[in-house]
């Protein structure tokens, strides 16, 4: 599994550290509607990697790709309407997660 620090709204990618196959999955529950894509290298991966979801839905996207060591990957703002705001203390009056994303390496190094 890959880790690393990542700032909200710094747009902080995470770093492959080994070459081979990856899931990436990721689920982000927006205020608004939105679409997200997987980037690698903030390059687009293929347009089947776009997802979309209404307001307050969850937003749940996986994709295999095939990588190397140093390509960094990012979850970015595609077509939203506008900023992608995460609500706090969905379902409850506890703050609860509202997105998060893994990385799991399959083979490879």
């Given at each position: 599994m890959v880790s690393a620090p990542s700032t909200p709204g710094t747009g902080t990618g995470f770093t492959v550290p080994n070459t081979g196959a990856y899931k990436v999955s990721f689920?982000?529950?927006?205020?608004?509607?939105?679409?997200l894509e997987i980037r690698v290298n903030n390059a687009?991966?293929?347009n089947f990697l776009t997802f979309g979801a209404e307001a307050d839905?969850?937003?749940v996207g996986t994709a295999l790709l095939?990588?190397?060591a140093g390509d960094v990957i990012t979850l970015q703002n595609l077509t939203?309407?506008?900023d992608v705001v995460l609500p706090v203390k969905v379902g409850g009056t506890?703050?609860?997660?509202n997105a998060w994303i893994v990385i799991e390496q399959l083979?490879?190094?």
């Open positions: 689920s982000v529950t927006a205020s608004g509607t939105n679409q687009v991966t293929g839905q969850p937003n095939p990588l190397v939203s309407a506008g506890a703050n609860s997660v083979n490879g190094q």
